[in-house]
């Protein structure tokens, strides 16, 4: 199962000292239940209602501190979290990982059923399987296996004919793809640590595009004065 990763700061971290308490405790249940479902952050409006009655009004004081935004997925309105692939598992790593599972487990049940001599007697008392499964992983550390997959952004990403295209085929080519992509570059750059590693960068920049087309007409709208009219 994924996790939700709250890092040990968080109690003092100036977002979430400014949403408070009650709000804290929306997202850190909202947190969970979207890694349970791997909605890579998004939260319904339903489900915020359901996990807590005042949902509306502790989503707008996590909005106002910059841990939510207004969000739209499908048919459904609601939150999202934010930079969600850079601190918790998104739904492609963890549909990876129970791939590479899955094929491990097969591996080892047809070494089992034709007699290979890589499964060797239980000389342990315990299963192979069982001796070979890792412990669960520390919520707030990365397990090894993943940290080896992954790597940290190269400096000289860029953006291909392939990216432009697929850009271009999901109604963004109007975007200044190099320009975010040098604001990509810089940002994943300066995270430090395990939270700077991706396993695939091309799908993190897809990501990132996405919500750059997103945030833009929010900060339209925020920013049109109250008293003009629709459309100006």
């Known amino acids: 199962m994924p996790w939700f990763m709250v890092d040990d700061k968080l109690h003092s971290h100036k977002k979430a000292v400014r949403a408070g308490v009650q709000a804290m405790g929306l997202w850190v249940l909202a947190g969970s ?8 952050g998004f939260v319904p409006d339903f489900i915020a209602q ?7 009004m502790h989503a707008a004081e996590l909005v106002t ?16 979290f934010h930079e969600w692939e850079g601190f918790q598992p998104t739904k492609e790593a ?16 047809g070494n089992k059923k034709d007699g290979s001599q890589e499964v060797r007697a239980n000389d342990e008392g315990t299963s192979r399987v069982v001796r070979l499964t890792p412990a669960l992983p520390s919520p707030s550390q990365p397990n090894e296996s993943a940290r080896k997959r992954g790597s940290r952004i190269p ?3 860029k953006v291909d004919d392939d990216m432009r295209q697929w850009a271009k085929d999901n109604d963004l080519g109007h975007l200044d ?11 994943w750059i300066s995270i430090p640590g395990t939270r700077g590693v991706k ?27 109250a008293n003009l009219p629709e459309g100006w």
């Open 33 to 40: 239940w979207s890694a349970d479902h791997l909605t890579d």
């Open 155 to 157: 400096e000289d990403f």
């Open 199 to 225: 396993l695939n960068w091309t799908a993190t920049w897809r990501n990132w595009l996405r919500r750059k087309s997103t945030d833009a007409p929010r900060k339209a709208t925020a920013h049109r004065p």
């Open 94 to 109: 963890v549909e990876e990982k129970r791939a590479a599972a899955r094929e491990r487990m097969a591996r080892v049940r």
């Open 65 to 80: 501190a910059g841990l939510w935004s207004v969000a739209e997925k499908g048919d459904d309105n609601g939150w999202a």
């Open 177 to 187: 793809l190099d320009a975010i992509a040098a604001e990509f570059v810089d940002y």
């Open 50 to 56: 359901r996990i807590d009655p005042d949902a509306d």
